[in-house]
């Protein structure tokens, strides 16, 4: 920046004493001629001197010009030199001010962070999360409901069959009506994930949900009344209709709690999801024993209790606010935000809430409008969308359903009664709710990241237990007493997958998928997730079934893979997300792990714009005037999403 010095300084120096020495010259051949006028030893003619005299006086006067020129010449130079270091001296203060600045910005982003996390959970915030997890209540029960009467609907399937044809249907059929049967609800449940992005856009996340109970009860009333109607064709439309309902739910409910949770309460609240399912499973399973609900009389009530979910949510949902984030982000409705944000929070002390969601809002500005496709395509948003793909398929190709959906005949296949099978199989749900219910204080405090490699390594391990059990049964098999201890081995060990399955791949993957996206690409990156899990649920559901008549002893193995690769990938791609505010996780996958504090932050490209534009009109030659303040440039330039990346 100092290159505007136009000549080197040493050039009129030198000028100056060439002038010195030739005016010394001068006036030295000046005296000697005065000298020889007045002694006149020579007899010079006086004009003759006089002339050389005027030429030297002549030659002088250029000189002295000359030298003049050069003085002036360096003078402007020194001037120009001195204006350009004042400049430097300016932008070193300006830079300094940007510094102070940013300092001031990150405390005060840090202690917003810390308020954040000093929040409590409130007892409207705690009606609202039960008023919201009832979808997946509603998911967690027709899920399972559908494993304990499997002989009654496979009767019943036969004596409809029979009284319309007048001939008895083949085993393999009825089982493949039954395979229907169960598989269908992931059909219905991939339509209503897919469209759960469009719904929450469109209703809201609240909306969706009240919305989504006319399906559930729809569903519910056609299960119920499939015997009176003795049609199975109505189960299997009523099952497909109850599936869309919990697809639904399944994308609506994670997204609703993620955006009422307190920062610091969110990785727990999250985890009531899946206490909602398991305990959802549970209610299905003992309902389910031939001794309440589980006989040929008694299942189409058994499966049109759904109805209950669905209306006790239609009661009690309506007093809950819609989501602030929805609300501010979305639809631009501050003063709508911050009633909700009261209620919630339980206090006039929200402006630390809002906040964070402007700052989220400015961190994803440009994909406020996204679409699934923009989403896709989007090289920003494919590391986390990748992510939350892989972790619903964890959770699904884990094998879990496999045990949710033929439990009873898994256990029975192992050398339990009927009776036993189905004690065991409440007894998965029992655990289940346990271990999820053991798993939400530690979700805050260990991290999803960290439980979600305990559980798929714990899985793994018993899944191998699993398989040496049959083989060990069948290699055995002549043994009574080797049959009865490797049957107990069996189920424990299936136990233990269900264990470990709640502490981390049950609750973890809805979650997280709501937390890796900001407001704008999170509806279509929850609907993207949510299809490719009710796929995956689709996919083990009817082929599981086949598997296990192909395979015999080995069904397990294929699982046991999955569970190595998603282990891997889950150690060496997925950030940990706890405490974490929207914001920061975006920062993980705009800047890297890797970066510092400051390049994590937003303030980065700020400060690097800044500096940039503030350098490039320092160059420009005559400038004096300053620039405007640091915090007023950072400010204009942070509010531009399109800057803070450059």
Known sequence: MLGCAHRPMSLPIHGIVDLQKQVSVMSMNLSAKLDELQRGDRQLETTVALCEIRTQLQELTKSVESCQSEVTEVKRDMIT????????????????????????????????????????????????????????????????????????????????????????????????????????????????????????????????????????????????????????????????????????????????????????????????????????????????????????????????????????????????????????????????????????????????????????????????????????????????????????????LSGINAVFYYSTNLFTSSGLTDESAKFATIGIGAIMVCMTLVSIPLMDRTGRRTLHLYGLGGMFIFSIFITISFLIKEFFGYVQEMIDWMSYISVVSTLCFVVFFAVGPGSIPWMITAELFSQGPRPAAMSIAVLVNWMANFLVGIGFPSMKSSLENYTFLPFSAFLAIFWIFTYKKVPETKNKTFEEILALFRHGNDRSSLRDSRLYGCVCSWIRALFRRSRSAGETTAPASPATLSEQRCLTTGNSSS
């Open 81 to 396: 030199i001195k204006q350009e270091l004042d400049t430097v001296q300016q932008v070193k203060e300006e830079i300094e001010e940007l510094r102070e600045y940013v300092n001031r910005l990150e405390e005060h982003s840090h202690r917003r962070k810390l308020r954040l996390l000093e929040q409590g959970l409130t007892l409207f915030l705690s009606y609202a999360i039960l008023a919201a997890v009832l979808g997946m209540l509603q998911f967690g029960y027709n899920t399972g409901v559908i494993n304990a009467p499997e002989v009654n609907i496979e009767n019943f399937m036969k004596d409809v069959y029979k009284d319309r044809y007048g001939e008895d249907i083949s085993d393999d059929s009825v089982k493949t009506l039954y395979s229907v049967a169960v598989s269908i609800f992931a059909i219905g449940g991939m339509v209503g994930g897919f469209s759960g992005g469009t719904i929450a856009n469109r209703f809201g996340r609240k909306g969706g949900l009240l919305l989504n109970n006319v399906l559930g009860i729809v569903g519910a009333c056609l299960m119920g009344f499939t015997k009176l109607a003795e049609s199975y064709e109505m189960l299997f439309f009523g099952r497909f209709i109850i599936g869309v309902n919990c697809g639904l739910n399944t994308s609506l409910v994670p997204m609703y709690i993620s955006e009422i949770a307190p920062l610091n309460l969110r990785g727990g609240l999250g985890t009531v999801n899946q206490l909602a399912v398991t305990v959802g499973l549970l209610v299905s399973q003992v309902l389910g024993i031939e001794q309440i609900l589980g006989t040929n009389e008694g299942w189409p009530v058994l499966l049109g209790l759904a109805i209950c979910p669905a209306i006790l949510q239609l009661l009690l949902l309506p007093v809950c606010p819609e989501s602030p984030r929805y609300l501010l982000i979305t639809k631009q409705w501050e003063e709508e935000a911050r009633k909700a944000l009261r209620r919630l929070r339980a206090s006039n002390q929200v402006e630390e809430d809002i906040e964070e969601m402007r700052a989220e809002e400015r961190a994803q500005q440009a994909e406020s409008t996204i679409s699934m496709t923009e989403l896709i395509c989007s090289p920003t948003l494919r590391a986390p969308l990748v992510i939350g793909v892989v972790m619903q398929l964890s959770q699904q």
